[in-house]
């Protein structure tokens, strides 16, 4: 296998060759190796990562880790203990990895040829943030360029649905939700996959735009855009570098928790919470198309207030603020609390990527 695997190298390396002396195009090869670093040129993550040359820690729904390897087996190298994570195997759903504190060396089997590999990570950051420290490979094992990025890049800001708060839970009275919460299959994600574009979850379950869910007052100190400069949820020190990954688009879905228990805040509170908001997203990213989304299972108050939000910044001379409302689930696709299952978070991706690309008309 090593022998085959440095022909095909070569013959890569080759090929690359002509195409820089035809067209001018960076060569990146691949290397026989059996230990990746946080740092290497051959891992690529989606999402806010701090990185360090001793490792990568991350803590929003929906990180991943990704990599293309020719190896009879891959050990992932991550301290963690609260969250799991999905890995995808060329595209496939393969196992899925629950961390434990007494454990941080997960192997997965791979079999023979060259594989593209992905770890997401399923929880949101309530469930805490991991230290990625490398991955391990079997001897004679061959690297490859990842899979090149997708296309586009979106941001979604949110809450519990953004993050998949109990989408895949086989009742309403689920216990602890860990086992059934995941990001890759929320209608963000899948949005984001219909559209080609990489997606950054900036969401975390139970805040609102300006007030938190059961909060006793109409406003609460740490809504959720307390938290969007930061690249992890709990940790001041490692602010957010807004310059490192400029999303295209952004979809903000809040409003939820602000309305679901009393005391609901007052229109001006919630208006005026949202323009703030809106001029934090434009001062670190421009004028992007922004998607304020509401949900028909949020409450006629919620999503009459988000139009008026979107009227009032469009009459402002704002074109780039959109309104798009979702359809809520049905009584088949509850799953933890109440919250909607997969099958409802495909129907929500579905119009909602709709809606995105009418506007936005990216090239298929």
């Not at 891992?43 to 390897?69: C, M, P, S």
């Not at 839970?169 to 919460?181: K, N, T, W």
């Not at 990954?245 to 979809?251: L, M």
């Not at 001379?317 to 919250?339: A, M, S, W």
Request: glycine share 8%; proline share 5%; charged share 20%.
């Amino acid at each position: 296998m090593t022998l085959k695997n440095n022909k095909l190298c070569k013959l890569t390396l080759l090929m690359k060759i002509a195409s820089v002396i035809l067209i001018a195009l960076p060569l990146l090869s691949c290397k026989s190796s059996t230990f990746l670093s946080p740092t290497d040129s051959y891992i690529n993550y989606d999402g806010r990562v701090h990185l360090t040359e001793e490792f990568a820690e991350f803590g929003w729904a929906g990180t991943q880790i990704r990599f293309k390897v020719s190896s009879s087996e891959v050990a992932i190298k991550l301290s963690d203990g609260n969250n799991d994570y999905n890995v995808i195997i060329d595209n496939e759903f393969h196992s899925i990895i629950s961390t434990t504190y007494d454990n941080n060396r997960y192997v997965i089997p791979l079999e023979a040829g060259v594989h593209s590999v992905a770890i997401t990570k399923r929880n949101g950051p309530n469930f805490g943030s991991a230290v990625f420290e490398g991955i391990e490979l079997a001897p004679g094992s061959w690297v490859y360029p990842a899979d090149a990025d997708p296309s586009h890049k979106i941001e979604f800001i949110g809450d519990s649905w953004t993050v998949g708060y109990g989408n895949e839970g086989p009742s309403l009275q689920c216990g602890s939700y860990r086992p059934y919460e995941n990001s890759f299959n929320s209608f963000a994600s899948i949005a984001a996959r219909q559209l080609n574009a990489e997606a950054h979850l900036i969401a975390i379950t139970g805040r609102g735009l300006v007030r938190n869910y059961g909060d006793d007052n109409t406003t609460s100190e740490r809504p959720m855009p307390f938290y969007y400069n930061r690249t992890i949820k709990d940790r001041t020190d490692v602010p957010w570098g807004f310059d490192q990954w400029k999303p295209d688009a952004i979809v903000v879905k809040l409003g939820t928790n602000d309305h679901t228990t009393a005391p609901v805040p007052s229109d001006d509170e919630f208006s005026n919470g949202y323009s703030d908001f809106i001029e934090t997203i434009e001062a670190v990213n421009g004028r992007v198309p922004i998607f304020l989304v509401a949900d028909e299972d949020s409450g006629i108050l919620n999503s009459n207030r988000i139009q008026a939000v979107v009227q009032a910044q469009r009459d402002g001379g704002k074109n780039n603020i959109h309104y798009v409302l979702l359809p809520g689930p049905t009584e088949d696709q509850l799953g933890c609390d109440y919250h909607p299952l997969v099958t409802s978070h495909q129907v929500m991706a579905d119009v909602l990527a709709s809606e995105m690309q009418n506007i936005l008309q990216w090239d298929e």
